[in-house]
């Protein structure tokens, strides 16, 4: 991908990182083989069907060489059986996601352009989805074209949702018709998600959250007389925040967290909690990497 291509989501060193990436489902999913994506079967034979760009962990036996020669540009031949990992970007676009410095809306939108990339590169595929009163949704995009479509997209999101984002999941999960990996990208505040990823998981699709949270909230460093106002609901509530008033927030989001944790974990899938100030080299390159998430 080159800088032209770049939107304002990611860098060039973002990328650069990335595309050394790919991604790494715990479940197989039919038809799909790591490194080569072809159904290897005895007796399927393999029928010819288009071309597209090269990707590292390609079967080299499927360059077009005659291509390469020609025009200099790595092209291999797909066929009818090959089968792309389905991924499927679940973004949660509720109001609460509108809040943080840095916001949570950006970095859940440079959290999908990132997970973009590093599909694309492999030659999986992508569904990008937004959980905004109602379920707006993408095509299956691929390559790098696919990609830049999908930042265009993650950009044009607006974090303005009104209702809890596991009924969307529930809504979401309907139109999911391909059994894949469905990334979840959200701040986690709606307490009946746990419901909303259990239906996801009978569908047979394997549970990837990513819970997203401002500094500010994952560590307040305040103290006073204090009026909250719910982002989502507005109810307000006056509080004075002091040592021991902390003390129980920090507590009581911990046990928050680690409920999803468990739940996410439950259904044999993966979590990771994030703060919106975290770059995205470092989520991929670290968190996810040692997590086994991406290799």
């Known amino acids: 991908m080159s800088e032209q291509t770049l939107t304002p989501l990611l860098d060039i060193r973002d990328v650069r990182v990335l595309e050394r990436l790919r991604l790494k489902p715990r479940k197989s999913f039919t038809g799909r083989v790591r490194g080569e994506r072809l159904a290897k079967e005895k007796g399927v034979s393999l029928e010819f069907k288009d071309y597209r760009e090269y990707a ?41 996601m509108d809040y943080g410095e840095p916001g949570k809306g950006g970095a859940v939108k440079r959290l999908g352009a990132a997970f973009g990339v590093v599909a694309s590169r492999a030659g999986d595929s992508v569904m990008g989805m937004s959980l905004n009163d109602g ?35 529930k809504q979401a999960a309907k139109l999911m018709s391909r059994t ?48 909250l106002i719910d982002a989502e609901s507005g109810a307000a509530v006056e509080i004075t925040a002091n040592g021991p008033t902390l003390a129980e ?28 100030d975290a770059g995205v080299s470092q989520i991929f390159g670290e968190i996810f990497k040692k997590g086994g998430w991406v290799e």
């Not at 031949?77 to 609460?96: A, F, G, I, N, R």
């Open 249 to 276: 927030y920090r507590k009581n989001l911990a046990l928050h967290n680690s409920l999803i944790e468990e739940t996410v974990k439950r259904y044999g899938g993966r979590y990771a909690l994030v703060g919106s």
């Open 135 to 169: 379920v707006n949704r993408t095509r299956f995009l691929r390559g790098r074209r696919g990609t830049v479509q999908l930042m265009g997209w993650l950009e044009s999101l607006r974090m303005d949702g009104v209702r809890p984002v596991s009924y969307h999941l």
């Open 56 to 96: 590292d962990g390609d079967d080299l036996r499927h360059l077009d060489w005659n291509v390469l020669a020609r025009l200099g540009v790595p092209i291999v031949k797909t066929y009818q059986d090959e089968e792309d990992l389905p991924v499927y970007l679940l973004v949660d676009c509720s109001k609460s």
């Open 180 to 227: 894949g990996l469905a990334v979840v990208l959200t701040d986690g505040m709606d307490q009946s998600l746990g419901g909303s990823l259990a239906q996801l998981t009978a569908a047979g699709h394997e549970i990837w959250v990513v819970q997203v949270l401002s500094p500010f909230e994952l560590d307040p460093g305040i103290e006073g007389d204090l009026r």
